[in-house]
Protein backbone atom coordinates (compact mmCIF):
# COMPACT_ATOMS: atom_id res chain seq x y z
CA UNK A 1 0.00 0.00 0.00
CA UNK A 2 1.50 3.05 -1.31
CA UNK A 3 1.69 6.03 1.13
CA UNK A 4 1.90 9.40 0.21
CA UNK A 5 0.19 13.13 0.69
CA UNK A 6 -1.47 14.11 3.78
CA UNK A 7 -5.23 15.44 4.68
CA UNK A 8 -5.26 18.51 6.34
CA UNK A 9 -8.04 18.45 8.97
CA UNK A 10 -8.96 21.86 10.45
CA UNK A 11 -10.51 21.57 13.94
CA UNK A 12 -10.94 23.81 16.59
CA UNK A 13 -7.79 25.41 16.89
CA UNK A 14 -5.94 22.34 15.70
CA UNK A 15 -4.64 21.57 11.99
CA UNK A 16 -4.26 18.12 11.95
CA UNK A 17 -2.39 16.29 9.00
CA UNK A 18 -3.61 12.70 8.67
CA UNK A 19 -1.84 10.28 6.20
CA UNK A 20 -3.55 9.49 2.88
CA UNK A 21 -2.98 5.76 1.77
CA UNK A 22 -3.32 4.51 -1.82
CA UNK A 23 -4.09 1.15 -2.97
CA UNK A 24 -3.83 -0.98 -6.02
CA UNK A 25 -6.84 0.16 -7.37
CA UNK A 26 -9.72 2.34 -6.06
CA UNK A 27 -10.09 5.32 -3.75
CA UNK A 28 -7.38 6.38 -1.48
CA UNK A 29 -8.13 6.28 2.50
CA UNK A 30 -7.22 9.02 5.49
CA UNK A 31 -5.77 6.76 8.14
CA UNK A 32 -7.48 8.71 10.97
CA UNK A 33 -6.25 6.26 13.77
CA UNK A 34 -4.64 8.68 15.42
CA UNK A 35 -7.36 11.31 15.18
CA UNK A 36 -8.64 10.84 18.46
CA UNK A 37 -5.42 11.24 19.86
CA UNK A 38 -4.33 14.66 17.88
CA UNK A 39 -7.88 15.93 18.63
CA UNK A 40 -10.19 14.39 21.37
CA UNK A 41 -12.87 13.60 18.79
CA UNK A 42 -14.21 10.66 17.16
CA UNK A 43 -14.79 9.71 13.30
CA UNK A 44 -18.79 9.12 13.02
CA UNK A 45 -20.49 6.83 10.41
CA UNK A 46 -23.06 4.86 11.89
CA UNK A 47 -23.36 1.57 8.84
CA UNK A 48 -19.76 2.28 7.35
CA UNK A 49 -21.04 3.81 4.35
CA UNK A 50 -17.60 5.87 3.97
CA UNK A 51 -15.53 3.56 6.43
CA UNK A 52 -12.26 1.01 5.58
CA UNK A 53 -12.09 -1.26 8.53
CA UNK A 54 -8.96 -2.91 7.04
CA UNK A 55 -7.13 -3.12 4.60
CA UNK A 56 -6.93 -6.42 1.98
CA UNK A 57 -6.20 -7.99 -0.88
CA UNK A 58 -8.64 -10.40 -1.91
CA UNK A 59 -11.86 -9.20 -3.42
CA UNK A 60 -11.94 -5.72 -5.18
CA UNK A 61 -15.36 -3.85 -5.74
CA UNK A 62 -16.36 -1.08 -8.09
CA UNK A 63 -20.19 -0.60 -7.35
CA UNK A 64 -19.84 2.90 -9.63
CA UNK A 65 -18.84 0.77 -12.69
CA UNK A 66 -20.28 -2.84 -11.72
CA UNK A 67 -17.09 -4.48 -10.96
CA UNK A 68 -15.96 -7.54 -8.71
CA UNK A 69 -12.81 -9.33 -8.88
CA UNK A 70 -11.45 -12.18 -6.78
CA UNK A 71 -7.53 -11.73 -6.60
CA UNK A 72 -7.89 -9.16 -9.83
CA UNK A 73 -9.94 -11.81 -11.93
CA UNK A 74 -13.35 -10.35 -13.09
CA UNK A 75 -16.23 -12.77 -11.57
CA UNK A 76 -18.01 -13.31 -14.93
CA UNK A 77 -14.44 -14.50 -16.21
CA UNK A 78 -14.12 -16.89 -12.83
CA UNK A 79 -17.91 -18.38 -13.13
CA UNK A 80 -18.11 -18.73 -17.02
CA UNK A 81 -13.92 -20.19 -17.13
CA UNK A 82 -13.27 -21.65 -13.66
CA UNK A 83 -14.74 -23.64 -10.89
CA UNK A 84 -15.84 -23.26 -7.08
CA UNK A 85 -12.86 -25.18 -6.03
CA UNK A 86 -10.12 -23.13 -8.14
CA UNK A 87 -11.67 -20.14 -7.00
CA UNK A 88 -11.29 -21.51 -3.23
CA UNK A 89 -7.76 -22.26 -3.90
CA UNK A 90 -7.57 -18.59 -5.12
CA UNK A 91 -8.86 -16.47 -2.70
CA UNK A 92 -7.34 -18.45 0.56
CA UNK A 93 -4.05 -18.87 -1.57
CA UNK A 94 -4.17 -15.63 -3.69
CA UNK A 95 -3.37 -17.48 -7.00
CA UNK A 96 -5.12 -19.20 -9.45
CA UNK A 97 -3.86 -23.27 -8.92
CA UNK A 98 -2.02 -25.64 -11.01
CA UNK A 99 -2.92 -28.91 -12.38
CA UNK A 100 -1.24 -30.32 -9.48
CA UNK A 101 -1.75 -27.77 -7.00
CA UNK A 102 -5.48 -28.28 -7.88
CA UNK A 103 -5.63 -32.11 -7.71
CA UNK A 104 -3.79 -31.98 -4.00
CA UNK A 105 -6.25 -28.75 -2.68
CA UNK A 106 -9.34 -31.11 -4.46
CA UNK A 107 -8.06 -34.03 -2.48
CA UNK A 108 -7.74 -32.42 0.68
CA UNK A 109 -10.57 -30.89 0.74
CA UNK A 110 -12.75 -34.07 -0.39
CA UNK A 111 -11.25 -36.27 2.54
CA UNK A 112 -12.53 -33.79 4.76
CA UNK A 113 -16.19 -33.75 4.14
CA UNK A 114 -17.32 -36.38 6.26
CA UNK A 115 -18.06 -34.95 10.13
CA UNK A 116 -17.62 -36.89 13.51
CA UNK A 117 -20.34 -39.27 13.34
CA UNK A 118 -21.64 -38.05 16.78
CA UNK A 119 -22.59 -34.71 15.09
CA UNK A 120 -25.93 -36.72 13.42
CA UNK A 121 -26.70 -36.28 17.25
CA UNK A 122 -26.47 -33.00 17.52
CA UNK A 123 -29.86 -32.62 14.65
CA UNK A 124 -32.08 -34.22 16.84
CA UNK A 125 -32.10 -31.33 19.35
CA UNK A 126 -33.79 -29.68 16.64
CA UNK A 127 -37.77 -29.20 16.10
CA UNK A 128 -38.38 -30.63 12.38
CA UNK A 129 -39.70 -27.43 11.26
CA UNK A 130 -36.70 -25.24 12.60
CA UNK A 131 -35.32 -22.84 9.95
CA UNK A 132 -32.25 -24.95 8.29
CA UNK A 133 -30.24 -21.51 9.01
CA UNK A 134 -30.45 -21.73 12.75
CA UNK A 135 -29.46 -25.45 12.63
CA UNK A 136 -26.49 -24.12 10.36
CA UNK A 137 -25.61 -21.56 13.17
CA UNK A 138 -25.84 -23.82 16.18
CA UNK A 139 -24.21 -27.18 14.64
CA UNK A 140 -21.29 -25.00 12.86
CA UNK A 141 -20.39 -23.24 15.98
CA UNK A 142 -20.44 -26.67 17.29
CA UNK A 143 -18.12 -27.81 15.15
CA UNK A 144 -15.07 -26.33 17.72
CA UNK A 145 -16.77 -29.41 20.40
CA UNK A 146 -15.59 -31.43 17.52
CA UNK A 147 -12.28 -30.36 16.45
CA UNK A 148 -10.18 -28.78 19.04
CA UNK A 149 -7.25 -30.21 17.18
CA UNK A 150 -7.60 -26.80 15.07
CA UNK A 151 -8.22 -24.12 17.25
CA UNK A 152 -5.17 -22.34 18.16
CA UNK A 153 -5.53 -19.22 16.06
CA UNK A 154 -2.14 -18.30 16.06
CA UNK A 155 -0.99 -21.91 15.15
CA UNK A 156 -0.59 -21.32 10.71
CA UNK A 157 -1.24 -24.97 10.12
CA UNK A 158 -4.01 -25.50 12.48
CA UNK A 159 -5.55 -22.49 11.04
CA UNK A 160 -5.53 -24.45 7.39
CA UNK A 161 -6.86 -27.61 8.75
CA UNK A 162 -9.52 -25.09 10.60
CA UNK A 163 -10.03 -23.63 6.92
CA UNK A 164 -10.25 -27.01 4.71
CA UNK A 165 -12.86 -28.69 7.79
CA UNK A 166 -15.39 -25.24 7.20
CA UNK A 167 -14.80 -25.17 3.42
CA UNK A 168 -15.31 -29.20 3.10
CA UNK A 169 -17.77 -29.71 5.50
CA UNK A 170 -20.35 -26.74 5.04
CA UNK A 171 -22.29 -29.00 2.54
CA UNK A 172 -22.34 -31.88 4.25
CA UNK A 173 -24.26 -30.12 7.37
CA UNK A 174 -25.89 -27.42 4.72
CA UNK A 175 -27.52 -31.50 3.05
CA UNK A 176 -28.08 -32.78 6.36
CA UNK A 177 -29.82 -29.73 7.86
CA UNK A 178 -32.07 -30.25 4.65
CA UNK A 179 -32.32 -34.16 5.11
CA UNK A 180 -33.69 -33.62 8.46
CA UNK A 181 -36.08 -31.11 7.79
CA UNK A 182 -37.92 -33.00 5.35
CA UNK A 183 -37.36 -36.55 7.50
CA UNK A 184 -35.09 -38.08 5.03
CA UNK A 185 -31.61 -40.03 5.78
CA UNK A 186 -28.39 -38.30 5.87
CA UNK A 187 -26.56 -39.38 2.79
CA UNK A 188 -23.04 -39.54 3.32
CA UNK A 189 -20.69 -37.49 1.20
CA UNK A 190 -18.90 -39.54 -2.00
CA UNK A 191 -15.58 -39.54 -2.68
CA UNK A 192 -15.69 -40.18 -6.42
CA UNK A 193 -17.68 -37.02 -7.11
CA UNK A 194 -16.94 -33.17 -7.37
CA UNK A 195 -17.49 -30.39 -4.84
CA UNK A 196 -21.14 -29.50 -6.69
CA UNK A 197 -22.16 -32.83 -7.70
CA UNK A 198 -21.13 -34.27 -3.93
CA UNK A 199 -23.56 -31.47 -2.76
CA UNK A 200 -26.49 -32.47 -4.85
CA UNK A 201 -26.18 -36.11 -4.40
CA UNK A 202 -26.32 -35.19 -0.39
CA UNK A 203 -29.42 -33.11 -0.56
CA UNK A 204 -31.13 -34.96 -3.18
CA UNK A 205 -30.36 -38.71 -3.40
CA UNK A 206 -32.58 -40.96 -1.32
CA UNK A 207 -31.23 -44.98 -0.41
CA UNK A 208 -33.98 -46.12 -2.59
CA UNK A 209 -32.67 -45.79 -5.97
CA UNK A 210 -30.30 -43.94 -8.34
CA UNK A 211 -29.28 -40.85 -8.49
CA UNK A 212 -27.62 -38.65 -11.16
CA UNK A 213 -28.30 -34.87 -11.69
CA UNK A 214 -27.60 -33.42 -15.29
CA UNK A 215 -24.28 -31.61 -16.20
CA UNK A 216 -26.64 -28.60 -16.48
CA UNK A 217 -27.18 -28.87 -12.39
CA UNK A 218 -24.09 -29.57 -11.27
CA UNK A 219 -22.24 -26.51 -13.39
CA UNK A 220 -25.36 -24.18 -12.22
CA UNK A 221 -24.60 -24.83 -8.48
CA UNK A 222 -20.64 -24.82 -8.82
CA UNK A 223 -21.29 -21.45 -10.68
CA UNK A 224 -23.54 -20.25 -8.23
CA UNK A 225 -21.10 -20.89 -5.22
CA UNK A 226 -18.60 -18.80 -6.70
CA UNK A 227 -20.80 -16.04 -7.41
CA UNK A 228 -21.65 -15.98 -3.79
CA UNK A 229 -18.13 -16.92 -2.33
CA UNK A 230 -16.64 -13.84 -1.49
CA UNK A 231 -17.87 -10.17 -1.66
CA UNK A 232 -15.22 -7.85 0.33
CA UNK A 233 -16.44 -6.16 3.86
CA UNK A 234 -19.89 -7.02 3.93
CA UNK A 235 -22.09 -7.26 6.83
CA UNK A 236 -21.49 -10.90 7.47
CA UNK A 237 -17.38 -10.83 6.64
CA UNK A 238 -17.34 -8.13 8.89
CA UNK A 239 -18.98 -9.76 11.76
CA UNK A 240 -16.50 -12.80 10.91
CA UNK A 241 -13.60 -10.03 11.50
CA UNK A 242 -14.70 -8.64 14.40
CA UNK A 243 -15.67 -12.02 15.77
CA UNK A 244 -12.25 -13.00 15.10
CA UNK A 245 -10.61 -9.96 16.23
CA UNK A 246 -11.30 -11.12 20.10
CA UNK A 247 -9.34 -14.27 19.12
CA UNK A 248 -12.39 -16.64 18.79
CA UNK A 249 -12.04 -19.91 17.49
CA UNK A 250 -12.81 -19.76 13.77
CA UNK A 251 -15.64 -22.30 13.72
CA UNK A 252 -17.33 -19.94 16.46
CA UNK A 253 -16.41 -16.88 14.28
CA UNK A 254 -17.85 -18.47 11.13
CA UNK A 255 -21.10 -19.38 13.10
CA UNK A 256 -21.47 -15.52 13.87
CA UNK A 257 -20.94 -14.78 10.18
CA UNK A 258 -23.87 -17.39 9.33
CA UNK A 259 -26.20 -15.49 12.00
CA UNK A 260 -25.45 -12.16 10.31
CA UNK A 261 -26.03 -13.35 6.88
CA UNK A 262 -29.30 -14.64 7.36
CA UNK A 263 -30.86 -11.13 7.98
CA UNK A 264 -33.05 -10.29 5.20
CA UNK A 265 -31.05 -7.05 3.86
CA UNK A 266 -28.48 -9.33 3.21
CA UNK A 267 -28.22 -12.82 2.79
CA UNK A 268 -31.38 -13.73 3.84
CA UNK A 269 -33.22 -11.89 0.81
CA UNK A 270 -33.07 -14.90 -1.59
CA UNK A 271 -35.63 -16.38 0.32
CA UNK A 272 -37.52 -12.71 0.33
CA UNK A 273 -37.16 -12.27 -3.10
CA UNK A 274 -39.38 -15.73 -3.41
CA UNK A 275 -41.75 -14.48 -0.68
CA UNK A 276 -42.56 -10.86 -2.16
CA UNK A 277 -43.21 -12.60 -5.70
CA UNK A 278 -45.87 -14.86 -4.66
CA UNK A 279 -47.05 -12.00 -2.71
CA UNK A 280 -46.94 -9.69 -5.75
CA UNK A 281 -48.32 -13.18 -7.43
CA UNK A 282 -49.48 -11.13 -10.89
CA UNK A 283 -48.34 -8.53 -13.56
CA UNK A 284 -51.14 -6.50 -12.19
CA UNK A 285 -50.20 -5.88 -8.80
CA UNK A 286 -46.46 -5.23 -9.80
CA UNK A 287 -47.12 -1.23 -9.89
CA UNK A 288 -48.66 -1.39 -6.21
CA UNK A 289 -45.85 -2.75 -4.88
CA UNK A 290 -43.49 -0.87 -6.83
CA UNK A 291 -45.39 2.25 -5.41
CA UNK A 292 -45.12 0.90 -1.73
CA UNK A 293 -41.20 0.85 -1.84
CA UNK A 294 -41.13 3.68 -3.13
CA UNK A 295 -43.20 4.86 -0.02
CA UNK A 296 -41.32 6.39 2.55
CA UNK A 297 -43.94 5.60 5.59
CA UNK A 298 -44.42 1.74 3.98
CA UNK A 299 -40.96 -0.57 5.39
CA UNK A 300 -41.31 -2.66 2.23
CA UNK A 301 -38.49 -2.65 -0.13
CA UNK A 302 -38.23 -4.17 -3.30
CA UNK A 303 -36.38 -7.38 -2.62
CA UNK A 304 -33.20 -7.79 -4.77
CA UNK A 305 -33.23 -4.99 -5.69
CA UNK A 306 -30.56 -1.98 -4.06
CA UNK A 307 -27.19 -2.23 -2.81
CA UNK A 308 -24.63 -0.34 -0.26
CA UNK A 309 -21.50 -0.62 -3.07
CA UNK A 310 -23.30 -1.11 -6.44
CA UNK A 311 -24.67 1.66 -7.76
CA UNK A 312 -24.83 -0.29 -11.13
CA UNK A 313 -25.84 -3.55 -12.13
CA UNK A 314 -24.45 -6.15 -9.53
CA UNK A 315 -22.08 -8.11 -11.95
CA UNK A 316 -23.05 -11.46 -10.20
CA UNK A 317 -26.61 -10.66 -11.19
CA UNK A 318 -26.12 -10.74 -14.78
CA UNK A 319 -24.49 -14.24 -14.58
CA UNK A 320 -27.19 -15.46 -11.87
CA UNK A 321 -29.75 -14.67 -14.79
CA UNK A 322 -28.24 -16.41 -17.43
CA UNK A 323 -27.75 -19.21 -15.50
CA UNK A 324 -31.88 -19.11 -13.95
CA UNK A 325 -32.52 -19.44 -17.81
CA UNK A 326 -30.44 -22.12 -18.39
CA UNK A 327 -31.71 -24.13 -15.47
CA UNK A 328 -34.95 -23.49 -16.16
CA UNK A 329 -34.65 -24.28 -19.91
CA UNK A 330 -32.98 -27.18 -18.72
CA UNK A 331 -35.92 -28.04 -16.72
CA UNK A 332 -38.56 -27.06 -19.16
CA UNK A 333 -39.83 -24.54 -17.08
CA UNK A 334 -38.70 -21.17 -19.27
CA UNK A 335 -42.40 -19.74 -19.10
CA UNK A 336 -42.04 -20.50 -14.93
CA UNK A 337 -45.04 -17.48 -13.69
CA UNK A 338 -42.27 -16.65 -11.21
CA UNK A 339 -39.38 -16.11 -13.76
CA UNK A 340 -41.75 -14.30 -15.93
CA UNK A 341 -43.33 -11.71 -12.96
CA UNK A 342 -39.62 -11.37 -11.85
CA UNK A 343 -38.48 -10.25 -15.67
CA UNK A 344 -41.53 -7.70 -15.75
CA UNK A 345 -40.64 -6.31 -12.29
CA UNK A 346 -37.04 -5.75 -13.22
CA UNK A 347 -38.71 -3.54 -16.72
CA UNK A 348 -40.65 -1.99 -14.49
CA UNK A 349 -38.42 -0.88 -12.29
CA UNK A 350 -35.76 0.08 -14.47
CA UNK A 351 -37.72 2.74 -16.07
CA UNK A 352 -39.11 3.53 -12.69
CA UNK A 353 -37.61 7.31 -12.25
CA UNK A 354 -37.40 6.54 -8.26
CA UNK A 355 -34.93 3.36 -8.64
CA UNK A 356 -32.46 5.06 -11.42
CA UNK A 357 -32.64 8.09 -8.81
CA UNK A 358 -31.58 5.76 -6.29
CA UNK A 359 -29.63 3.61 -8.56
CA UNK A 360 -31.61 0.58 -7.33
CA UNK A 361 -30.52 -2.00 -9.87
CA UNK A 362 -31.29 -6.07 -9.26
CA UNK A 363 -28.47 -7.76 -6.90
CA UNK A 364 -27.51 -11.59 -6.79
CA UNK A 365 -30.48 -12.34 -4.91
CA UNK A 366 -32.96 -11.33 -7.32
CA UNK A 367 -32.54 -14.60 -9.22
CA UNK A 368 -30.97 -16.50 -7.43
CA UNK A 369 -33.84 -17.27 -5.41
CA UNK A 370 -35.75 -18.47 -8.82
CA UNK A 371 -33.24 -20.65 -10.05
CA UNK A 372 -32.41 -22.61 -6.40
CA UNK A 373 -36.17 -23.10 -6.22
CA UNK A 374 -36.30 -24.61 -9.77
CA UNK A 375 -33.27 -27.05 -8.74
CA UNK A 376 -35.46 -28.57 -6.02
CA UNK A 377 -34.59 -26.61 -3.17
CA UNK A 378 -37.18 -25.11 -0.85
CA UNK A 379 -37.01 -21.29 -0.29
CA UNK A 380 -35.55 -21.86 3.68
CA UNK A 381 -32.81 -23.50 2.04
CA UNK A 382 -31.78 -20.36 0.34
CA UNK A 383 -29.82 -18.85 2.48
CA UNK A 384 -28.24 -22.02 4.12
CA UNK A 385 -26.70 -22.49 0.09
CA UNK A 386 -25.27 -18.77 0.43
CA UNK A 387 -23.70 -19.22 3.88
CA UNK A 388 -22.27 -22.63 2.13
CA UNK A 389 -20.82 -20.70 -0.39
CA UNK A 390 -20.14 -17.77 1.19
CA UNK A 391 -17.48 -20.24 3.95
CA UNK A 392 -14.32 -19.83 1.67
CA UNK A 393 -14.26 -16.25 1.89
CA UNK A 394 -15.33 -15.54 5.17
CA UNK A 395 -12.09 -18.22 5.80
CA UNK A 396 -9.91 -16.58 3.72
CA UNK A 397 -10.57 -13.17 4.81
CA UNK A 398 -10.08 -14.20 8.61
CA UNK A 399 -6.94 -15.59 7.75
CA UNK A 400 -5.95 -12.35 5.86
CA UNK A 401 -6.43 -10.81 9.44
CA UNK A 402 -4.90 -12.55 11.48
CA UNK A 403 -2.18 -12.70 8.99
CA UNK A 404 -2.19 -8.68 9.40
CA UNK A 405 0.69 -7.35 11.71
CA UNK A 406 -1.65 -4.14 12.28
CA UNK A 407 -4.85 -6.28 13.45
CA UNK A 408 -6.29 -5.53 16.86
CA UNK A 409 -9.32 -6.34 18.51
CA UNK A 410 -11.89 -4.47 17.11
CA UNK A 411 -13.11 -1.59 19.21
CA UNK A 412 -15.67 1.37 17.63
CA UNK A 413 -16.11 4.31 20.07
CA UNK A 414 -19.94 5.56 19.88
CA UNK A 415 -21.01 9.83 19.90
CA UNK A 416 -22.74 9.36 23.29
CA UNK A 417 -26.01 11.47 23.65
CA UNK A 418 -27.52 10.03 26.93
CA UNK A 419 -28.22 11.30 30.45
CA UNK A 420 -25.23 13.38 32.14
CA UNK A 421 -24.24 12.45 35.68
CA UNK A 422 -26.90 12.70 37.88
CA UNK A 423 -27.12 11.52 41.56
CA UNK A 424 -29.33 8.28 42.46
CA UNK A 425 -32.66 8.60 43.95
CA UNK A 426 -33.48 5.54 46.15
CA UNK A 427 -37.11 4.17 45.15
CA UNK A 428 -39.32 5.69 47.69
CA UNK A 429 -38.21 8.76 46.62
CA UNK A 430 -39.03 8.94 42.75
C1 LIG B 1 -26.46 -8.83 -0.21
O1 LIG B 1 -22.81 -5.88 1.23
C2 LIG B 1 -22.78 -6.86 0.41
O2 LIG B 1 -21.84 -7.01 -0.37
C3 LIG B 1 -23.95 -7.83 0.48
C4 LIG B 1 -24.00 -8.91 -0.60
C5 LIG B 1 -22.88 -9.91 -0.44
O3 LIG B 1 -22.57 -10.58 -1.42
O4 LIG B 1 -22.39 -10.08 0.71
O5 LIG B 1 -23.95 -8.31 -1.88
C6 LIG B 1 -25.30 -9.71 -0.49
O6 LIG B 1 -26.77 -8.64 0.93
C7 LIG B 1 -27.17 -8.18 -1.36
C8 LIG B 1 -28.32 -7.23 -0.89
C9 LIG B 1 -29.55 -8.09 -0.61
N1 LIG B 1 -30.61 -7.28 0.08
C10 LIG B 1 -31.75 -6.97 -0.57
O7 LIG B 1 -31.99 -7.21 -1.73
C11 LIG B 1 -32.77 -6.29 0.34
C12 LIG B 1 -33.34 -5.04 -0.38
N2 LIG B 1 -32.28 -4.04 -0.45
C13 LIG B 1 -32.24 -2.99 0.56
O8 LIG B 1 -32.56 -3.48 1.85
C14 LIG B 1 -30.98 -2.13 0.46
O9 LIG B 1 -30.80 -1.84 -0.85
C15 LIG B 1 -29.67 -2.64 1.04
C16 LIG B 1 -29.78 -2.98 2.48
C17 LIG B 1 -29.18 -3.82 0.27
C18 LIG B 1 -28.64 -1.52 0.88
O10 LIG B 1 -29.11 -0.45 1.55
P1 LIG B 1 -28.12 0.81 1.85
O11 LIG B 1 -27.04 0.89 0.88
O12 LIG B 1 -27.77 0.79 3.27
O13 LIG B 1 -28.88 2.03 1.45
P2 LIG B 1 -30.21 2.56 2.02
O14 LIG B 1 -30.93 1.44 2.71
O15 LIG B 1 -29.93 3.78 2.81
O16 LIG B 1 -30.97 2.91 0.66
C19 LIG B 1 -30.63 4.10 -0.04
C20 LIG B 1 -31.96 4.64 -0.50
C21 LIG B 1 -32.97 4.78 0.64
O17 LIG B 1 -33.85 5.83 0.29
P3 LIG B 1 -33.55 7.29 0.99
O18 LIG B 1 -33.55 7.05 2.48
O19 LIG B 1 -32.22 7.74 0.45
O20 LIG B 1 -34.71 8.13 0.52
O21 LIG B 1 -32.54 3.73 -1.44
C22 LIG B 1 -33.75 3.21 -0.91
C23 LIG B 1 -33.76 3.49 0.58
O22 LIG B 1 -35.09 3.68 1.04
N3 LIG B 1 -33.73 1.78 -1.16
C24 LIG B 1 -34.77 1.08 -1.58
C25 LIG B 1 -34.28 -0.23 -1.73
N4 LIG B 1 -33.00 -0.27 -1.39
C26 LIG B 1 -32.65 0.98 -1.02
N5 LIG B 1 -36.05 1.40 -1.82
C27 LIG B 1 -36.86 0.40 -2.25
N6 LIG B 1 -36.48 -0.87 -2.45
C28 LIG B 1 -35.19 -1.23 -2.19
N7 LIG B 1 -34.79 -2.47 -2.37
Known amino acids: ?68 MYRGYPIDELARESDFLEVCYL ?98 PQNNLGYAENFLHMAFSV ?70 LKEIGDKERIPEFVAKAKDKDDPFRLMGFGHRVYKNYDPRAKVMQETCHEVLGELGMSDDPLLELAMELERIALEDEYFVEKKLYPNIDFYSGITLRAMGFPESMFTVLFALARTVGWVAQWNEMIEDPKQKIGRPRQLYTGATERPFVGVSDR
Open 1 to 68: MGENKNAKLTFGDKEIDLPILEGSIGPDVIDVSQLYAKSNAFTYDPGFTSTASCESKITYIDGDEGVL
Open 91 to 188: LLYGELPNADEKAKFTNGITYHTMVHDQMRGLFKGFRRDAHPMSIMVGVVGALSAYYQDSLDINDPHQRMVASYRLIAKMPTIAAMAYKYSIGQPFEY
Open 207 to 276: PCEEYKPSATLVRAMDRIFTLHADHEQNASTSTVRLASSSGANPFACIAAGIACLWGPAHGGANEAVLDM
